[in-house]
């Protein structure tokens, strides 16, 4: 296992109490409030809240579908001796840590943060006082004091249940299907064939033959010359997250990683396409922070998911979250030709912008897409506030996937792991770590363009070593792009629409974010 190098951190953005990202979660009064310095561990305390969140997947009154919950992802990176700051190891055992009696706490098996939702079924503003999470410091050779500096972060999340789904619709371009170009391909426990309409960017594999694609065996050729077992192929239950990167929670990572770091993954687009990040001399500041955050290339998403502990998505579990499976009645949810995030083929575009842009804006219709220069507001074109359609009781006109994920349809592009070519098929799954190498890349091993990888055709393999020996992910071959955005036509939206699905960007776009998720273990 390589050791990361870790630069020195300066211009710190000294954050206060109150940490607020997309869709207003909040974490206050976060304390160390006991360590145990001969067991080596701590307890880190803070109150958590959030709106328009909900269960409903347990048996009794509120059971209902979608059958599932939203959560909060929280970590923890604290400052250490020499002015760092590094990822809190969580214990990996969710008893160990301390509900206020209202609050479920799943733990992560790798200790890189918990997930925190309803303990019942219930619908409406989440709000959970003292939590405690337990800290092995230990672990990590830290000096820990009730002094010691820390952050305690989090981002909204839906949990996907496990299940089988459509891929494809039969309509979309370049879509997905299984025996022909006009049937669905059902994604389950057992293999299913996959393949695609010819499009631009996919290779013949793909194209001609296909590939076997299960949800317990992962993906593999038809003629046994390629398999990989780990491929996230949508089948097994995995968190999303509820809205695309916004400018607040991107802005808010660049001030907590070295100058050195920062340097690397800032776009310097303040000002352009409603992109209003920029540095005062002391921090980075986003005006305009519920905004979600474009300009990301490949690599920019990519460190940002290894640093929160999370990870990219594939783009089958892009179609999973949109379409979804029905647990209640066990059946995958039909695919529909044509549709959208929101299981509708009917679409209205977002022409103007009501009020002030300070996070409580609204819009007329469901989707921004189609070049559009907003009316009221700022103006200019754009992306838009994070889930700024976001109703829960308004369906189709919410822009909420059937799972009640937000834009996943429109706003900006959605960045995916390709089955499209060698480089996409190998990616197995890793989680980040809560670290990237010195030079402010994200450094996990299969993930597309690690060790500089800018070969469609060559696997994505282990990482080679630190910054030195080797480059994390400074390139973007296996990856593409879905869900269309703000800037492009309405057909580019549809759930299956595959025009750029195996067309990596690794260059910043107006038109590109990024949205994380994490395997649920």
Known sequence: MPVKVIALISSMFVLSSLLT???????????????????????????L??????????????????????????????????????????????RSHVSDGKAAISASPDGKGVFIYSGS????????????????????????????????LAVEMVYVPEGSFYAGDGASYGSLYGKTQDVPSLIGEG???????????DDEALIQEGFWISGKSGIRSKDGSFENPEYPCGYGAFYIMKY???????????NLISVKQSYRREAKAYGEYRNTIRFD????????????????????????????????????????????FNSGAGLPNAAKKNEFAWNDDSISPALSIGGKEDGS???????????????????????????????PGQGKLSGRSYYGVLDLSGNLAEQCVTIGNQAGRSFTGNEG?????????????????????????????????????????????????????????????????????????????????????????
């Not at 709106?51 to 939203?70: A, K, Y």
């Not at 695309?244 to 660049?254: A, D, K, N, T």
Request: aromatic share 12%; net charge neutral.
């Open 433 to 521: 770590d809560g670290m990237l190498n010195e030079a402010g890349d994200a450094d996990v091993s299969y993930w597309p363009g690690i060790n500089g990888n800018s070969d469609q055709e060559k696997s994505s393999l282990a990482y080679v070593g630190n910054v030195v020996e080797g480059p994390g992910v400074t390139a973007a071959a296996g990856s593409g792009q879905k869900g269309g955005s703000w800037y492009t036509k309405k057909s580019f939206l549809m759930i299956s629409d595959r025009s750029y699905a195996s067309h990596p960007l690794d260059y910043r776009s107006e038109s590109a974010g990024f949205r994380c998720v994490r395997s649920a273990r």
């Open 244 to 254: 695309e990167i916004s400018q607040g929670e991107y802005s808010g990572f660049l």
């Open 361 to 391: 804006e609204v819009a007329e219709g469901n989707a921004a897409f189609g070049n559009v220069t907003y009316k009221g507001g700022d103006g200019m074109s754009g992306p838009l506030r994070c889930g700024i359609f976001e109703n």
């Open 281 to 324: 001399g002391n921090k980075f500041i986003a005006e305009r922070p519920s905004r979600a955050c474009n300009f990301l290339s490949w690599m920019d998403g990519a460190a940002y998911a290894d640093w929160t502990g999370l990870r990219p998505m594939s783009e089958l579990e892009f179609e999973k979250a949109a379409r979804g």
């Open 191 to 201: 293999e299913s064939l996959v393949r695609a309409s010819r499009n631009s960017f």
């Open 21 to 47: 990202f997309a869709g207003g979660i909040r974490v206050k009064n976060a304390v160390i409030d006991e360590i145990n310095l001969q067991k080596k561990y701590a307890y880190v305390s803070f109150d």
């Open 49 to 94: 809240s959030w709106e328009n969140s909900w269960r409903s997947d347990l048996p009794g009154t509120g059971h209902v579908d979608p059958f599932n919950h939203d959560a909060a992802w929280v970590f923890v990176k604290y400052k250490d001796q020499a002015g760092y700051f590094r990822h809190a190891l969580l214990s990996s055992i969710s």
């Open 121 to 152: 079924n219930f619908s409406g503003r989440a709000e959970y006082r003292g939590i405690r999470l337990k800290w092995n410091f230990g672990s990590e050779n830290a000096e820990i004091k009730k002094s010691t500096e820390i952050r305690v």
